[in-house]
């Protein structure tokens, strides 16, 4: 990774407290796994950042190393690395999720 | 070259022999897939460490040949 693209990520990811690395937008995600992670961020109600790792070939590799995580979409909370969309919709669906959310104090419509 | 239902099943056993491992083929297409990884060493660890062990047994393939590949881990009940 590049230390441009490492500044970048790391200023995006503790610069908002909930972030999303995708593939395409959250109105126009380019790939399953991040629809579904957009649909559960909707679905918490929680306000995001998200970018769009196809449009940056620096940060779309350069994510994978930061987090020792081979795929995208990921999901950052208050700097953290939380998981990809499988450990999110399972999380989503157990309460974790929106519990996590709700105790690094970020709001949430729910 | 997409991987075979098979081989990826192999791969995970071979790095975590006690798995149980119910790999779904989602599309039909030999693509698709959805792997279930059930293991009593996952115990103690967290989901993001538990998918790393599955990322590693599949030694790199994994968001390279292997794009999509839904993924659940547990411990037995």
Same mark, same amino acid.
């Given at each position: @990774?590049?230390?441009?693209?490492?500044?970048? *990520?790391? =200023?995006?990811?503790?610069?908002?407290?909930?972030?999303?690395?995708?593939? #395409?937008?959250?109105?126009?995600? &380019?790939?399953?796994?991040?629809?579904?992670?957009v649909?559960?961020?909707?679905?918490?109600?929680?306000?995001?950042? =998200?970018?769009?790792?196809? &449009?940056?070939? #620096?940060?779309? &590799?350069? *994510?994978?190393?930061?987090?020792?995580?081979?795929?995208?979409?990921?999901l950052?909370?208050? #700097?953290?690395?939380?998981?990809? =969309?499988? *450990? @999110? @919709?399972? @999380?989503?669906? =157990?309460?974790?999720? #929106? +519990?996590?959310? &709700?105790? +690094?104090?970020?709001?949430?419509?729910? | 070259?997409?991987?075979?239902?098979?081989?990826?099943?192999?791969?995970?056993?071979?790095?975590?022999?006690?798995?149980? $491992?119910?790999?779904?083929?989602?599309?039909?297409? /030999?693509?698709?897939?959805?792997?279930?990884?059930?293991?009593?060493?996952?115990?103690?660890?967290?989901? $993001?460490?538990?998918?790393?062990?599955?990322?590693?047994?599949?030694?790199?393939?994994?968001? /390279? $040949?292997?794009?999509?590949?839904?993924?659940?881990?547990?411990?037995p009940?």
């Open positions: @990774m590049t230390d441009d693209a490492r500044a970048r *990520i790391d =200023s995006t990811v503790n610069g908002n407290d909930v972030v999303l690395f995708m593939k #395409g937008t959250p109105l126009f995600p &380019q790939c399953g796994f991040s629809s579904r992670a649909a559960i961020l909707e679905h918490l109600g929680v306000e995001y950042a =998200s970018v769009d790792v196809l &449009q940056d070939q #620096g940060i779309r &590799q350069g *994510i994978k190393e930061y987090s020792d995580w081979p795929t995208i979409p990921q950052y909370v208050k #700097g953290e690395f939380v998981g990809g =969309s499988d *450990i @999110m @919709m399972e @999380m989503y669906e =157990s309460g974790e999720l #929106g +519990q996590l959310l &709700q105790d +690094q104090g970020v709001t949430t419509a729910h | 070259m997409p991987m075979a239902a098979e081989e990826i099943e192999t791969m995970i056993r071979a790095a975590i022999p006690d798995a149980h $491992v119910e790999i779904t083929d989602l599309a039909g297409d /030999g693509d698709h897939y959805a792997a279930r990884v059930v293991s009593e060493s996952f115990r103690g660890l967290s989901r $993001v460490q538990q998918q790393r062990r599955i990322y590693d047994a599949l030694g790199g393939r994994m968001g /390279g $040949v292997l794009h999509a590949l839904q993924l659940t881990t547990a411990c009940q």
